[in-house]
């Protein structure tokens, strides 16, 4: 039980523009094809949200070879390569891209980059179906790296012709870092005109910075293969402070546990936040089950406002 205990939310958390752009695509391409179409990937790392689109009628694939030819595939929010496109085009599918438009424009930058000949270091997790997307832009130019120790030992053609970009869903920090060596090694590095790392995901760091000071661990709403919810966790134990992923409120007793031991005494200050593919309702349910514990709403923690919203493609919008 959580008697005493006060939560406290960070704010911004949960759903980003191009989350809920993403999800609406599909909602809205499910009432255009008579409640069926086809998902390349998850469209974004969340299986409730999944689930629920399932129970819609989206089928789910990881490739278009598994795709009927002549139906409706959907990119998810973290982009594809264009061999998946040319493999969706040779099965004669009718192609809707719910890329994220943030994602998008890093694909666009690849491509400028490659272009003009610049050997391209991407920034991210390699395997991640988001840098594989981007990565295919330009194979032969892109290296994926991943770690300080990748930055101290990657090689290039041209030393005086290299870029950076990133994954738009890092630790800030991390990443930093991780530019501070190559910037060391390759003095003349172009860097992007503006951060790769997308608002949300800073927006959502910052909030849990600032939320540590106040609580004695922060419980984390998000998906395990959700990027943007790891690196929440990452960020707040990083502040020193204890942080756990929750998939859902079924393992919030368990987390409570953990984190008491780990503390050695009771808890007085929860945190709440949730990664950016995590819905409302989940953190909703997340939250009533800490209060029937005992705990009580105590403060919101507002770092950011966000305003951003994201046009649907002109073929979805209403007639
Ligand atoms: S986390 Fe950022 S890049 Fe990823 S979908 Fe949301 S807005 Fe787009």
Not at 34 to 50: A, S, T
Not at 89 to 103: N, Q, S, W, Y
Not at 123 to 136: D, L, P, R
Not at 236 to 242: F, I, K, L, S, W
Request: net charge negative.
């Amino acid at each position: 039980m959580l008697g005493g205990v006060n939560i406290i939310l960070a704010s911004p958390r949960g759903f980003c523009a191009g989350v809920e752009y993403a999800i609406e695509i599909v909602e809205r391409a499910l009432d255009r094809f008579d409640g069926k179409v086809y998902v390349r990937h998850e469209i974004v790392h969340n299986r409730h949200v999944v689930g629920r689109l399932e129970r819609m009628g989206a089928v789910f694939v990881e490739e278009p070879g598994e795709i009927p030819e002549s139906e409706v595939v959907i990119y998810s929010a973290h982009g594809v390569s264009p061999a998946v496109r040319a493999a969706s085009k040779a099965r004669g599918l009718r192609e809707i891209d719910a890329t994220c438009p943030l994602v998008r424009k890093v694909h666009e930058e690849a491509m400028r980059l490659a272009r003009l000949g610049y050997d391209i270091l991407l920034i991210g997790h390699a395997g991640h179906v988001e840098v594989e997307g981007t990565k295919g832009e330009a194979p032969d130019r892109i290296r994926v790296v991943e770690t300080i120790e990748d930055a101290a030992a990657v090689q290039v053609d041209d030393p005086a012709r290299v870029a950076y970009l990133t994954q738009t869903t890092l630790s800030v920090d991390d990443t930093a870092e991780i530019v501070a060596k190559l910037s060391e090694r390759f003095p003349a590095i172009v860097r992007p005109a503006k951060d790769d790392i997308c608002y949300a995901t800073q927006n959502r760091q910052n909030a849990v910075k600032d939320l540590c000071r106040h609580v004695d661990v922060v419980l984390v709403v998000g998906d395990r293969h959700s990027s943007n919810s790891n690196r929440l966790v990452d960020v707040a134990q990083g502040q020193g402070c204890a942080a756990h992923l929750l998939q859902s409120a079924d393992q919030l007793e368990s987390v409570l546990d953990a984190a008491r031991s780990a503390l050695g005494r009771e808890l007085e200050n929860v945190g709440l936040t949730a990664g950016a593919s995590a819905p409302a309702d989940l953190i909703d349910h997340v939250l009533e089950k800490l209060v029937a514990l005992g705990g009580s709403m105590s403060d919101e923690i507002v770092t950011a406002r966000e305003r951003i919203h994201f046009s649907l493609p002109p073929s979805l919008r209403a007639p």
